[in-house]
């Protein structure tokens, strides 16, 4: 049996269309639906869906802590973030070994960059 992967994920966004962007702009990727109250972007690997949070919702008090991206150029992406509007991503402790830099999308949610990758 081939080993499972993970090429999905979901985030609750207050405003679904400007995570989008955010994804889009700074780290190219695609829009492959917007259904008006979600969007869905890819990499083409991995699925991000970006669902409405409702606040009437249930809200999970266990979740997703952060997630990485593999990148080749964390400056460029650093200065995208920036023209963004958000704050540049701050480097991790020197005892974590997978990630060089953190940084926050505009919905709070944290992610890792890494030139290194995450073996």
Do not use: W
């Amino acid at each position: 049996m081939a080993k499972p992967k993970i090429r999905h994920l979901a985030l609750f966004a207050q405003d679904p269309q400007k995570l989008a962007k955010f994804y889009q702009e700074v780290f190219d990727m695609e829009l492959i639906r917007d259904t008006g109250t979600a969007c869905f972007v890819s990499d083409g690997y991995l699925t991000l869906a970006l669902l409405p949070f409702k606040i009437d919702g249930a809200t999970p008090t266990c979740g997703l802590n952060h997630f990485g991206f593999s990148v080749s150029d964390k400056e460029e992406l650093s200065r995208r973030i920036v023209k963004f509007g958000l704050k540049a991503p701050v480097k991790r402790p020197d005892d974590r070994p997978y990630a060089e830099v953190r940084a926050v999308d505009p919905e709070g949610n944290m992610f890792d960059m890494s030139e290194k990758g995450f073996q």
